[in-house]
């Protein structure tokens, strides 16, 4: 069965310092990688995704990530976060076996110290 | 932009009442799917569907059941609630083939009293 782990349950970082999120997956075959964030509130909006070709993938607001195959990851990367990148962030990966949903990490809470 | 909708984002209910909570999405999509939501489990799926009238069990579906009469509109309903059913639900929906992301709702916070 497909899963998704997210081994950092919370992260600090100050402002303007850079962020790693890690994402890990169990699947059988090449998979559909996602990241989303979710503010206060709010629903979850795609940051980026991951389907074939360069293993790095840009996504909005300055985020990327890398797949790599050989460690089953996809983690999250920015150069420099800012206050407004306090979130949580969740790793999804896919198709399941119903063929049409996702599967989805626990996510990561991220808090930006100023 | 895609849009989807979600009747209320805050609702309060007494155990035993029955809820409705239901979401609209506006580009057409062949796929809605209903999510609670709870602090370190991330997102479980509770139903999806696929066509209209069409519906099929998630992970956690006790408790629950769905409608989708429309292409647009998936409700999901809470027979008789119970406080174990206090959580974030949130709406997605997507378009058929490999390569679509989901499309998330605001959300609905639900207590149950």
């Known amino acids: 069965a497909q899963s998704v782990t997210q081994p950092d349950i919370h992260i600090t970082v100050s402002e303007g310092a850079s962020l790693e999120l890690r994402c890990n997956y169990s699947?059988?075959?090449?998979?559909?990688l996602f990241w989303y964030v979710q503010s206060p509130g709010q629903g979850l909006q795609l940051l980026l995704k991951?389907?074939?070709?360069?293993?790095l993938v840009q996504g909005i607001k300055g985020f990327e990530a890398e797949f790599k195959r050989s460690q089953s990851s996809f983690n999250l990367r920015k150069p420099s976060v800012h206050w407004s990148d306090a979130a949580e962030y969740f790793c999804?990966?896919?198709?399941?076996?119903?063929?049409?949903?996702?599967?989805f990490g626990p996510g990561t809470r991220l808090s930006v110290l100023p | 932009d895609v849009k989807v909708t979600q009747s209320s984002r805050y609702l309060v209910k007494r155990t035993g009442e029955k809820v409705f909570l239901e979401c609209v999405q506006d580009?057409?999509?062949?796929?809605m799917f209903w999510y609670r939501q709870d602090p370190g489990l991330g997102l479980r799926l509770i139903y999806f569907?696929?066509?209209?009238?069409?519906?099929e069990k998630g992970d956690i579906p006790e408790g629950y059941s769905v409608s989708r009469e429309k292409k647009e509109r998936f409700s999901l309903i809470l027979e008789s609630a119970s406080t174990n059913q206090t959580s974030m639900y949130l709406c997605?929906?997507?378009?058929?083939?490999?390569?679509?992301?989901?499309?998330f709702g605001p959300g609905t916070r639900l207590t149950v009293l």
């Open positions: 997605a929906s997507r378009p058929s083939g490999g390569y679509n992301e989901q499309f």
């Open positions: 991951y389907f074939s070709g360069d293993t």
């Open positions: 999804a990966v896919g198709p399941d076996n119903y063929g049409q949903n996702f599967v």
């Open positions: 580009m057409d999509h062949e796929n």
């Open positions: 569907s696929y066509d209209v009238k069409m519906k």
């Open positions: 699947y059988g075959a090449t998979p559909y």
